[in-house]
């Protein structure tokens, strides 16, 4: 980054705040502003709200966004990984059509990866969509569809060809959620929450429009989905906060992280809260047991660490030399997730146990001891991170698969989709 280039872009996004915000206007006609403008998504193409920006470049923009509290574009949940595969790999009518809605916030969107049979394994989904006129037909059932109950659209990955191996018989769709054809049954997790959902499909309809590339590409656009998904799941992920501050718009961005941020509400304790383990420590003087200090101090390494190669990854990205930081990033947040729960444990004894308004930090660490396992399984678990590890980063020897190499009608399963 050069800093004239810095100083010019400081300047001029400066000057456009300073001629064009106003905490008076509605949050959609402001998101509006910014998509025309190019400054609510700067790195994204001219032709497509952004302006080319390097990503190195857009903290500066963020930085005068904060200086002057202007209200940023949608940025909560599966709609950036839906703007980021439709950059990649979609029509210029997907672009036309969803893009703006997705900065703006208008539209909800969840992901249709998983299945009950293909979770790790997602190149095995059974979800068949077949070509019925000019139509798509999907049957089948998804499962653990984060916030699919508010979605307007799914990324659906789905089986069109059951005579080729299992990775060439996949498309992608853009899937309609508010249709007759599609039904959404929440699941109940063990801290409480409800962001997850089982979806149904009985010949739901989509438009062959709505097929993003060929009906072969599917495992290939899924990779970008992916991809996306677990960048963003480092230590450094970071959630909305809403602002008291009076004017019209700060009123609506809190109505809207009221409800975006609802299926998302424990992903911090998801994370192991290691920002509260010292203030418990002191709290209940476990900060002068020697074992426990040790367990602490380990943690905190580990987490500095963590974030130290999230930043490590995230310059070299913005430089344009992905490095292998990047697959470490969210195996990293696995391990730290585990050993804050394991620390808050030594802390809080018994007590960790405890929910309701007398226990510690009024449920929070409770939660924290019930969120972390899903951070080791979220977005590709472990072992999966650790295959890519092993295969894309050190070089190892494949996985031995006796599936990839054969028609998916032949590889051995429960049973064939009709
Ligand atoms: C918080 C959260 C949010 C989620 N949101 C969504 C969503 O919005 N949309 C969506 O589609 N899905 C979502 N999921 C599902 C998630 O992607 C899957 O749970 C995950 O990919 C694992 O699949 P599975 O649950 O079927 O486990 P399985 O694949 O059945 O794995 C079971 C165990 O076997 C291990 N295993 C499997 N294969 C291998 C292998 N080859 N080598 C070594 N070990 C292996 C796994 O590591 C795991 O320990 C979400 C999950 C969580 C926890």
């Known amino acids: 980054m050069t800093e004239a280039s810095a100083d010019s872009v400081r300047a001029e996004i400066r000057a456009w705040l300073n001629e064009n915000w106003d905490p008076n206007l509605g949050l959609v006609a402001w998101r509006n502003k910014l998509a025309d403008s190019g400054w609510g998504a700067p790195h994204w193409p001219k032709q497509w709200y952004g302006r080319d920006l390097p990503v190195g470049l857009v903290p ?5 966004f904060e200086r002057v509290g202007a ?23 997907h672009k036309e059509k969803f893009l703006r809605r997705i900065l703006t916030g208008e539209d909800t969107w969840c992901q249709l990866f998983s299945e009950p049979g293909s979770g790790s394994d997602l190149a095995a989904a059974m979800t068949r969509a077949e070509r019925r006129g000019n139509r798509w037909v999907v049957n089948g059932q998804k499962v653990w569809t984060t916030s699919a109950h508010r979605a307007d659209y799914g990324l659906l990955l789905a089986r069109t060809n059951v005579d080729v191996p299992k990775h060439k018989g996949l498309a992608y ?34 438009a062959p429009e709505f097929l993003v590339e060929q009906d072969s590409d599917g495992w290939k656009i899924a990779t970008t989905t992916l991809m996306h998904e677990r960048r963003g799941a480092d230590a450094m992920r970071s959630f909305p906060k809403s602002s008291e501050r009076p004017e ?5 961005v809190a109505r809207e992280i009221a409800i975006d941020l609802e299926p998302y509400k424990w992903y911090p304790q998801r994370a192991g809260r290691v920002d509260l383990v010292l203030t418990r420590a002191r709290e209940t003087g476990r900060n002068t047991d ?6 602490i101090a380990k943690l905190l390494i580990m987490a500095r660490c963590a974030e130290w190669t999230a930043r490590r990854a995230r310059a070299g ?8 930081e990047g697959s470490l990033g969210k195996l990293a947040a696995s391990y730290v997730a585990r050993a804050a729960n394991r620390v808050h444990t030594m802390i809080s004894g018994a007590d960790a146990m405890l929910t309701g308004k007398d226990s510690p930090m009024n449920g929070v660490i409770a939660e924290i001891l019930v969120s972390t396992p899903a951070i080791s399984i979220a977005g590709g678990t472990d072992e999966i991170q650790k295959n890519i590890i092993a295969e894309r980063v050190l070089k190892l020897p494949k996985e031995p698969r006796f599936d990839t190499d054969r028609p998916f009608r ?9």
Do not use: W
Not at 290 to 295: A, S
């Open 60 to 64: 500066i923009v963020d930085e005068e």
């Open 290 to 295: 020697p074992v426990v200090r040790q367990e």
């Open 410 to 418: 032949e590889v051995p399963k429960n049973a064939l989709p009709k």
């Open 71 to 93: 209200v940023g574009v949608a940025k909560m949940g599966i709609r950036t990984l839906a703007a980021a595969t439709i950059l990649a790999h979609g029509s210029d009518f």
């Open 173 to 206: 769709f853009i899937l309609d959620m508010r249709q007759p054809g599609v039904e959404v049954v929440p699941l109940r997790q063990m801290n409480g929450h409800a962001s997850f959902n089982q979806v149904f499909f009985t010949d739901a309809e989509v």
């Open 248 to 252: 019209r718009i700060y009123r609506e």
């Open 317 to 324: 990205l913005q430089q344009g030399h992905p490095g292998p």
